[in-house]
């Protein structure tokens, strides 16, 4: 009998399969410019922890224990397409001014500003293709995937992860209280979190409970995620992490950290794992362990 495979290596075949499929998902035919198609790459080719595609596969097939890989990959990938082209603007001068991203140069650093623009801007566009596909290639309903359309339009938009940008650019040096700190955490990061796993929720077929239970388990292991990379800041490994620690020190950034410090932070996030884990079992779920495994390996992680 073979033994179930570890959260890690689950995690990490869900991340193989997001990889193959994310070279495919430009058509090769389509008159794309090279270079375009090159910076583009250049960051969905970066590695990561591929959560949210992971997020959606997981969620798809926990509500009846199978999965459609044709109807959940595309819109995986789209997770993808999103978070990296909110990565490749964060990163610009005009925002971040990060020199690096996964421990590469970010991408206009190689590429330059305006070309790192214009592939955000093809990813954010691409998405919303990919969606289709999973109805057209995938075989979901139209009216499924028309929903899942709606929710990364609100999710991924003004008021979902762009808000959340826009009010932790705005409020850098005035943020006072953890309900502002939380706004931005719960849009900025907590919202495509959300999008993954209610996508998955809705392409497996869940019932509009279950989806609002889902949502619940997003929104607190996003939060939780935030609070643990803001942890990490301080006390991770550069090496692992991919990046410089202490960054957030350094530009005087106010975190959960900062505002009631380390051991209350760490605290908060096992109280929100513990949030998420329950809205699972209440869901009824026909496979939830790998949605409970999830929660508990984003509370252990170090990078």
Known sequence: ??????????????????????????????????????????????????????????????????????????????????????????????????????????????????????????????????????????????????????????????????????????GEQGITSIAELEYIHLHKTSDLIVFSVTAGGRIGGATAKQLELLARYGRNIGLAFQIQDDILDLIGDEKKLGKKTNSDVEQNKVTYPFLIGIEESKAQVERLTQEAKSAVLKAELAAPERLLEIADYLVQRDH
């Open 1 to 170: 009998m073979n033994e179930r495979p570890s959260i890690k290596a689950y995690l990490t075949q869900c991340a193989e399969l997001t990889e193959a499929s994310l070279k495919q998902s430009v058509p090769s035919a389509w008159d794309v410019p090279e270079r375009l198609r090159e910076a583009m790459q250049y960051s969905l080719e970066a590695g990561g922890k591929r959560l949210r595609p992971a997020l959606v596969l997981t969620a798809a097939e926990a509500i009846s224990g199978q999965i459609s890989l044709d109807a959940a990959m595309p819109v995986a990938s789209a997770v993808e397409f999103i978070h990296t082209y909110s990565l490749i603007h964060d990163d610009l001068p005009a925002m971040d001014d990060d020199d690096f991203r996964r421990g590469k140069p970010t991408n206009h650093k190689v590429f330059g500003e305006a070309m790192a623009i214009l592939a955000g801007d093809a990813l954010l566009t691409h998405a919303f293709h990919l969606v289709a596909q999973a109805s057209r290639q995938g075989g979901i309903a139209a009216e499924v995937a028309l929903a899942i359309v709606e929710d990364l339009a609100k999710l991924a938009g003004a008021p979902g992860m762009v808000g959340g940008q826009v009010a932790d650019m705005l």
